[in-house]
């Protein structure tokens, strides 16, 4: 595959076929940054943060998993690290952070940092599982590979989820 | 947006493209960590590495602006010469911003670190710290090493792009109406995030935010690198040794093998009295794991892992005075699954958790030749007997023993058998699902024709599998379970909704109606709530659909849950190890498991104050029931299969034997009394007591009673039953002994042994003797 030979190129070292990687995976990565804090320049940074890690830990990439499952990996734990680095400062987020651009976006932006918020307090793992399996529609076993549990572990977090967020939110919705 | 539940919500949500700038600067950002990584990969073993480490972190420094280079210059730099002469190995990694604590700092780290007396400190400082605290033109100027945090901010340029941006405090609006605003607001958020990151010492992004500005510098930082290197500084001085969780302020980690040896030395030699140990060091020792490692040092106890297996915790039944609470109530229990764990777990070389050994499980878990009921209306005849104590001298052991009526497996009505399978990822393990389905086979052999078995799954890909099909068309059966595959990609929630269904579907009237639900724990079955499980299962007992559990598998096992259901279920729960142990719950017991004779058994024993002093029943914890419970026949209790024995013993202490619990002072006369008046009564001077079983029969919903006296001395007893009350009583003694001992004086596992071996008996299964090397293990490990 295409990928999986540009991937081995700039394991060996080819800063042209890294870039390339990059070209072609950052709007994932980006895009995952993005549902994951809700938050377009603090997206921006966790981009940036797992472009990096990308460069320092490419090598550690084995091809035993999907480049996108370890993709994915990399990228929420860096959203991780950057959150603690983000609560260890323990600032207030001030309302005026929140919308990114226009009125729409704005309100989008809102309900999807009080779904966050929601995903967050239902426990660990929510969130994570919640942006895999709906957000990047991914299956319950490639999630849970990527977040390190048992795919019924997995089948489990997206049935309290849905029980848990669907009847505040949603009366009306018929299960998938 | 709101009506459209979350996984339509996030689905559809629509991402912003990311800002080009954004992507741009991540971009050079990454590429740059990717020449370095490079590198790094290919400049091994040469002190140069330790020097282009550094210079990377002054690169940084400079792309700051002002206020990231007063933290830089305020920062205690010392690692750098450390590197020198180390193998290239090391990684230094920075999270400055020592602006804020500087001073607090140069008051706790630095002392601490200064004081120790093998430091060349003067040179190395001086060769050192300056030059990654400050610009890098700066680096021939020197500083005082003591107080290089003191040492005042050098004042740098802001680079360009920053520069340009509006000031921070400016563009605190966003309000959306003007894209040009709202830029200057991303961006000055961006910035000020930044800045409220560097602050909290995670400047480590930030720092490397602006690659760019990195590279015009790399040059000369090359050079000055090389400097480092030749200065002339021969033992290293340790980095300051700062927890990363230090205030928040940032910390230096130096690795690398020689980094270890010396850390090792100072270490050890600060130390004191505590002992310390280094990465090296556990490399070095031949342990298997880490946490041996740490038990060499001395004072360090690591607890062995029992488990992440849940049990019910239960406290060991206590002894009672007769004279304060003569009457002992219990429901009977013929699960075996305890016997099984704690089998499993000393096999595996470790003694079981104290909650996972329930005493009557254990006894429960063997056949003994208790005299069979005669007739299905009374299907007990229970077997009393009454012995010395190995363990308590003076006291007795009441044996009763019950054994339900054997039904002919011609007699056993037709059965419809559902099964539920987990087949869940963590049930891929050779005592799992591929034990599962060898298990179900087994059990097929021990069907009749007519029966009919259903498959359904859940955890993995959920659905029925297999619509009830007779036994006969057992190929297909068979097919069915082998093509089962752990893992799987659908949920399937509904799994035991399902399975219920399908067993109402094809409802036997008259016949065995039984869910066959086999786990490892996960019971992600599709009722999140245990109290909710348990009364749905409740509910379809009442039906007529029973549920019995088979457990498989150890980590994750939830035997308390288990449990529940199969009560709830009027089922048994048993766990399976072994191909061993699925022969016998599936095959020897099959009819009992499935064919329930009496349900709710419910025991009562009355102590005669005249002639017993003190009890003790020997398990039974989590089955104990209150007295007024035995008369009513709403409280559920354990059911019984056809075959099943039940055994329970008490401790007693016979009147005028030294008792464990003392006499009351000021009541005597009262507990004197009713001694008199006991043993006036009738049988009051030649009974211990007087058991009560209530039974109800299946499809009754009223009880019906068996009472017996417990005789001062039991007639003469067959050989057989001598030899079981000896057995059982060895298998009470080990059971004890694993849950602490508490009641059991001096008796040992040698014991144990000794009585075991003198009655295994024909032992025709070997079960017996499995127990008694079960035994010689426990009394190993327990060693």
Redesign the interface.
């Known amino acids: 595959m295409d990928d999986l030979a540009l991937i081995r190129r700039?394991q060996s070292?080819d800063?042209t076929s890294?870039?390339a990687l990059?070209?072609l995976y950052?709007?994932t990565i980006?895009?995952f940054a993005?549902?994951w804090c809700g938050h377009?320049?603090?997206?921006?940074?966790i981009?940036?943060?797992a472009?990096?890690k990308?460069?320092?830990s490419?090598?550690q990439y084995r091809f035993q998993a999907a480049f996108t499952s370890w993709l994915y990996r990399l990228v929420i734990s860096c959203a991780q690290d950057?959150q603690r680095?983000?609560q260890?400062?323990a600032?207030v987020e001030l309302p005026?952070?929140v919308?990114?651009?226009?009125?729409g976006?704005?309100?989008?932006s809102i309900?999807?940092l009080q779904?966050l918020d929601q995903l967050v307090k239902l426990g660990e793992g929510m969130k994570e599982t919640?942006?895999l399996v709906?957000?990047e529609?991914l299956?319950?076993?490639e999630a849970?590979e990527i977040l390190g549990v048992?795919?019924?572990t997995i089948?489990?977090r997206?049935?309290?989820?849905?029980?848990h967020?669907?009847e505040s939110?949603?009366p009306?919705?018929?299960r998938? | 947006?709101?009506?459209?539940?979350?996984?339509n919500?996030?689905?559809n949500?629509?991402?912003?493209a990311?800002?080009p700038e954004?992507?741009e600067?991540?971009?050079r950002?990454?590429?740059a960590?990717?020449?370095?990584?490079?590198a790094a990969?290919?400049i091994l073993a040469f002190p140069r590495q330790e020097s282009s480490d550094e210079t990377r972190l002054s690169r940084e420094s400079t792309s700051y602006g002002s206020a990231s280079m007063k933290r830089f210059a305020n920062r205690g730099w010392y690692a750098a010469a450390a590197g020198i002469g180390v193998l290239g190995l090391g990684l230094i990694w920075a999270l400055p911003n020592f602006r804020k604590y500087g001073q607090e700092l140069s008051h706790t780290e630095l002392p601490a670190t200064a004081q120790l007396p093998e430091r060349p400190a003067d040179a190395a400082a001086g060769a050192s710290a300056p030059e990654g605290a400050r610009a890098p033109e700066d680096h021939d100027s020197s500083s005082s090493p003591a107080e290089p945090l003191a040492e005042p901010p050098l004042p740098e340029p802001p680079p360009p792009e920053l520069e340009s941006q509006p000031p921070a405090n400016a563009t605190?609006?966003?309000a959306?109406d003007d894209?040009g605003a709202?830029d200057a607001g991303?961006r000055d958020?961006?910035n000020e995030?930044?800045r409220?990151?560097d602050?909290?010492?995670?400047s480590e992004?930030d720092a490397?935010?602006l690659a760019d500005s990195r590279q015009r510098e790399s040059k000369s930082l090359g050079a000055l690198a090389d400097q480092a290197a030749r200065a002339p500084v021969a033992p290293a001085p340790p980095p300051p040794q700062q927890p990363a969780a230090n205030k928040?302020t940032g910390s230096i980690t130096v690795t690398g093998m020689r980094r270890e040896l010396e850390k090792s030395k100072r270490d050890k030699s600060e130390a004191a009295p505590v002992d310390a140990i280094t990465a090296e060091d556990v490399g070095q020792f031949p342990d298997s794991h880490i946490a041996e490692s740490l038990q060499r040092i001395p004072g360090v106890q690591i607890a062995k892992d029992e488990g992440r297996d849940r049990f019910e915790h239960f406290e060991i039944n206590p002894v009672h005075r007769v004279a304060d609470a003569p009457v002992s109530t219990f429901s009977a229990d013929v699960d075996t699954a305890s016997y099984s764990f704690v089998r499993a777990r000393i096999n595996e070389g470790s003694l079981p958790q104290n909650d996972a050994v329930r005493a009557e499980e254990m006894i429960n878990y063997f056949d003994y030749a208790w005299p069979a009921a005669s007739s299905r209306e009374t299907p007990f005849e229970p077997t009393v007997v009454v012995g010395d104590s190995p363990w308590g001298k003076g006291r007795k052991l009441v044996h009763i023993g019950i054994k339900g009526y054997e039904v002919d497996r011609n007699e056993v009505p037709d059965a419809n058998l559902v099964l539920l399978l987990?087949v869940?990822?963590?049930m891929n393990e050779p005592n799992k699902l591929p034990l599962v389905i060898r298990s179900m086979e087994l059990l097929l052999g021990s069907l009749k024709p007519a029966d009919t078995v259903g498959i359904v799954v859940y955890?993995?890909a959920a659905g029925t599998v297999l619509e009830p099909t007779p036994v006969r068309e057992k190929d297909r059966i068979l097919e069915a379970l082998r093509s089962l595959r752990p893992?799987?990609?659908?949920?399937?929630?509904e799994g035991i909704e399902r399975a219920y269904q399908l067993a109402e579907a094809h409802f036997r009237k008259g016949g065995v109606n039984r869910i066959l639900l086999c786990t490892d724990g996960?019971f992600?079955v599709g009722i999140?709530s245990t109290q909710a499980l348990k009364s749905f299962v409740e509910r379809k007992r009442e039906k007529g659909v029973y549920l019995s559990v088979l457990g498989f598998g150890q980590g994750n096992y939830r035997d308390e849950l288990a449990q529940a259901l199969a009560q709830n279920g009027n089922g048994v729960a048993a766990y399976i190890d072994t191909d061993k142990e699925a022969q016998k719950v599936l095959v020897q017991e099959a009819t009992a498991s499935l064919f329930t004779i009496a349900k709710d058994v419910k025991l009562q024993v009355e102590f005669n104050p005249a002639t017993v002093s003190e009890y003790r029943l020997v398990g039974y914890e989590t089955r104990s029931l209150e007295r007024e419970d035995f008369n009513n026949d709403a409280v559920d209790a354990g059911d019984v299969g056809a075959g099943h024995t039940v055994t329970a013993i008490y401790e007693i202490t016979p009147a005028g034997v030294t008792g464990s619990v003392d006499e009351p002072r000021y009541e005597q006369n009262r507990d004197k009394d009713a001694a008199k008046r006991a043993a006036g009564s009738r049988g009051g001077r030649d009974e211990y007591g007087f058991l009560k079983i209530r039974y109800k029969l299946p499809g009754e919903r009223t009880s019906r009673l068996i009472s017996e006296p417990i005789p001062l001395r039991t007639g003469t007893q067959t050989a057989n039953v001598r030899r079981d009350v000896e057995f059982s009583t060895a298998v009470a003694g080990f059971a004890q002994l694993l849950s602490g001992g508490k009641y059991t004086g001096s008796l040992t596992y040698g014991d144990v042994l000794e009585q075991a071996q003198s009655a295994r008996g024909e032992d025709r299964f070997g079960y017996r003797s499995e127990f008694i090397d079960l035994v010689r293990r426990a009394q190993k490990l327990g060693e």
Not at chain 2, 33 to 38: L, P
Not at chain 2, 487 to 493: F, Q
């Open positions: 700039a070292g800063a890294f870039a990059l070209d950052y709007d980006h895009r993005w549902k377009a320049a603090n997206a921006d940074d981009a940036q943060l472009c990096m990308l460069a320092n490419l090598a950057w680095s983000q260890r400062h600032h005026e952070d919308p990114a651009a226009g009125q976006a704005a309100e989008q309900y999807l779904l919640a942006l709906h957000g529609g299956s319950h076993a849970g048992s795919e019924s089948s489990w997206v049935h309290t989820i849905r029980k967020l669907n939110e949603a009306a919705e018929k998938g | 947006m709101k009506d459209q539940g979350i996984e919500y996030l689905e949500l629509a991402t912003p990311p800002d954004a992507r600067r991540a971009k950002a990454a590429l960590e990717f020449a370095r990584a490079q990969d290919n605190r609006h966003f959306g894209q709202v991303r958020a961006a995030a930044a409220r990151r602050e909290s010492g995670q992004v490397r935010a928040g987990d869940s990822g963590s955890a993995g893992g799987g990609s659908t949920a399937g929630a996960d992600n999140d």
